[in-house]
């Protein structure tokens, strides 16, 4: 005896990203809406209407816009994770290939050969003398 499991209602990913942005330009809409009915009380009621109207176009757009602005960032930033391997699991992981060494001996200054604080040769910039005035 099978028994027939029910699908599973996984919400598409797109279509909640659609319902998400028409749910901003609402809002901006009616935002505008009333900023602009606020703004078109000086005219009157036919101020009113149009301050509304106006207000509501202008807050959705301006909701659009930042909403795709948003999202551009965001792919933005997913390609670039991509690419330094933040979401590849590869970050930090050296890709570059270096020259093999020639002689197979390290810099004078990694070997302790040079420039450590015992050193007592002078800069060019010559020594630092005492402050003027001072003893």
């Not at 797109?14 to 000086?42: M, N, S, T």
């Not at 970050?91 to 270096?98: D, E, F, N």
């Amino acid at each position: 005896m099978e028994t027939e499991q029910e699908p599973v209602n996984t919400p598409d990913p797109e279509a909640e990203a659609a319902k998400d942005r028409h749910l901003k330009e609402a809002g901006g809409a009616v935002v505008g809406a009333i900023g602009g009915a606020g703004l078109g009380v000086l005219a009157g009621p036919p101020g009113i209407a149009a301050g509304a109207v106006i207000g509501a176009v202008v807050g959705t757009l301006t909701s659009w816009a930042m909403d795709s602005g948003s999202t551009a960032a965001a792919v933005a930033d997913d390609e670039l994770d991509k690419e330094i391997g933040v979401d590849g699991g590869s970050l930090g992981v050296a890709t570059l290939q270096h020259p093999p060494a020639q002689r197979g001996t390290l810099s004078a200054a990694a070997a302790g050969a040079g420039g450590a604080a015992g050193d007592d040769t002078v800069s060019a910039g010559g020594p630092i003398g005492a402050p003027p005035g001072g003893d």
